[in-house]
């Protein structure tokens, strides 16, 4: 067996090598048979829909566009198979795979983040079985779950069913979180089966489950990150912080992907601390499941991936170029080719999708600039969890003056406090916490920087290029690192008192910063409640039998009962499902 013994004479790269190349083989060789097996664009009912000029269904919009993109992804699939030889002697090398200090969180830490989790998870518990509201309703008729309707042939009534290539490929509202939408159809199969429930109901809570884990996960990772640090203090308070913030608290019950998003620019920030210390090919391919998670749950995280791994990027240039480092150029090599597999995987399952986008932002999206009372409105979101909705007057009060006028009779008299939370206290906080990031090496100044540059790019894009509206939630992929600074920055002061005291390593936590944080975190919990006058909070619960959202000409109507409607708008909308 002479192969065999060419293999076992090999070092550990050269197997590595010929498992990457057969692994690559094999992929190439099944999505050829693929590519000849599926039905072609120009075949079948698709074709002549496409040469009507028909409107094209979700299965056509598979059956072209998947297509295509599978050739464009065999091609790029054999060029690196092509290449494989040039790339994996640059990519190879020891240098970066030398020792990395070990996170062992304490038995304290870990009981300290299970204490967070446990409140995190009964601050969330109480909205997850309210009625579906906003775009939620959306993805679970389309992509999820379906809706019932009166037949137009028969007049009879039918169960239109959001089947699984709907979950992956339905696109029209450019809404769907595709990745949530995958996890809640599985986890609504699986309530199903252990309940016995028919498949034209829904449970409430089984549908928001994915984001629910995804948004405690979040905070678990937001905790990690910072134990990669050695700031164990900081890493409890950035959880706590994270665990009580309303906006972080609502979208981790939303069935929407923005729970799941944040999961994954954690992870992906986990990984690139790892990448960017050690840099192991796990490091960087963790680094692109994390940017492909949160990509797929989320396309607005493209801001996020355009800055966090430009940033990644420009640290491992410069070390090459500096050759800082012996293995500079084999890290660089490996988080490009990282890139080009994880870009081409997401290119491949989202291509359906782009022309329904597409055509839905050109044609039918609202486009409007981002006004400083659109800033006015993120900041108070961002910073204490709450929407100001009363007192504006007309709609089109967008000014810097308006604001202002806005600020001084309606703010200022009775909302000093949290005034002073939003726009004094969490950016000095926070901004204290950057600081002490960015002294943490290459790595720590990329989480200082990058989440701010991902807001930067979203706001320039928004606003000097597409036009398009974007809500304050757009931005949430930063709130973890916002938490994270702000966890950092309340430590600073109880740090540097040790520091004048000269106990660098002493144990305990110093009492300055337990006074510090519970002064401000009492202050954000204090202003951030619920009931408050003047504030939009999110319902606890929905208590109508039912919710009502139109689209068109149709109202879609959800009842408690785990049933959707579709009734005509001008239709009376009856008190219970009527069949």
Known sequence: MPLLDRYRSLDKWGRRYWWVVGGGVVLLVGLILWLRAVEHPWEGKTARRVARGDRLGVADYVQIYAYWAGVKVAVVIALLLATSKWWWRWARGDGGEGALETVRPSPVSLAGILVVLVLGAFLRA????????????????????????????????????????????????????????????????????????????????????????????????????????????????????????????????????????????????????????????????????????????????????????????????????????????????????????????????????????????????????????????????????????????????????????????????????????????????????????????????????????????DYLHHQFVTGLYAYFWYWIYALPFLAAAVGVGLAEPGRWMRARRGDGGGGGVPVLTIAVAALFLGLFVWQTAPGQPGRMHRPKKAFAPYSVHQRGKSNWVVYADGRMLRQLAEEEIPESFPW
């Open 126 to 457: 109480p909205t997850m079985d309210r009625l579906v509201m906003r775009d939620e309703q959306d993805n679970l008729r389309r992509s999820i779950h379906g809706f019932h309707e009166i037949d137009r042939r028969s007049g009879e009534p039918v169960f239109r069913e959001a089947s699984w290539q709907d979950a992956f490929f339905e696109n029209r509202y450019a809404n769907n979180p595709v990745l949530f939408s995958i996890a809640a159809k599985a986890s609504l199969a699986a309530w199903r089966g252990a309940t016995g429930a028919g498949r034209e109901y829904f449970d409430p809570v089984a549908l928001r489950m994915p984001s629910l884990v995804g948004g405690l996960a979040s905070i678990a990772g937001v905790w990690w990150l910072l134990l990669m640090f050695r700031m164990p203090v900081p890493a409890f308070l950035a959880a706590l912080y994270l665990a009580l913030h309303p906006l972080h608290i609502e979208y981790s019950v939303q069935a929407r992907g923005y729970g799941i998003m944040m999961l994954g620019v954690v992870v992906a920030a986990i990984y690139a601390v790892k990448g960017m210390r050690r840099g192991r090919w796990r490091d960087w391919m963790g680094f692109g499941a994390g940017l492909f998670v949160a990509l797929y749950a989320y396309a607005g995280s493209i801001y996020f991936l355009l800055a966090f791994g430009g940033c990644v990027g420009l640290v491992l240039l410069a070390r090459a170029v500096r050759k800082s480092r012996p293995d500079a150029v084999a890290q660089l090599v490996r988080l490009a080719v990282v890139g080009v597999v994880a870009g081409a995987a997401y290119y491949q399952l989202i291509a359906p999708s782009l022309p329904q986008i597409e055509a839905h932002l050109t044609n039918k999206y609202e486009k409007f600039p981002l006004t400083p009372r659109w800033l006015f409105h993120a900041a108070t979101e961002y910073g204490g969890g709450a929407l100001f909705i009363d007192g504006w007057g007309k709609e089109d009060r967008n000014s810097t003056a308006e604001v202002a006028e806005f600020l001084r009779l309606h703010m200022l008299p009775g909302e000093k406090l949290f005034l002073l939370l939003v726009f004094v206290l969490t950016p000095i906080v926070a901004l204290l916490g950057f600081r002490r990031l960015a002294w943490g090496g290459s790595a720590g100044r990329v989480i200082a920087i990058a989440p701010a540059l991902a807001v930067l790019f």
